[in-house]
């Protein structure tokens, strides 16, 4: 994602350097696993669908 300009994090925004699986994902049983291919995608009133659009055209890009 950072060689087509979109920024991502693997963690929560409150704990960006923590490696741990979020509380959030372990307080619903999510499978390990999955817990540790998780992102985090962060979008402020100033983004736009044109901007969603092409972070979901990446995302699919990357995943097929």
């Known amino acids: 994602m950072d060689l ?3 920024s991502i994090s693997t963690g929560s925004a409150c704990h960006s350097v923590n490696t741990e699986i979020s509380h959030v994902l372990q307080a619903i049983q999510l499978n390990e696993d999955y817990a540790k ?3 985090r995608i962060s979008l402020g009133k100033n983004n736009t ?5 092409r972070i979901a055209a ?3 890009k990357i995943l097929l």
């Not at 669908?49 to 659009?53: D, G, L, Q, R």
Request: without cysteine.
């Open 4 to 6: 087509m300009g979109i």
């Open 37 to 39: 291919g998780t992102i």
């Open 49 to 53: 669908e044109k901007e969603v659009e």
């Open 58 to 60: 990446a995302l699919v």
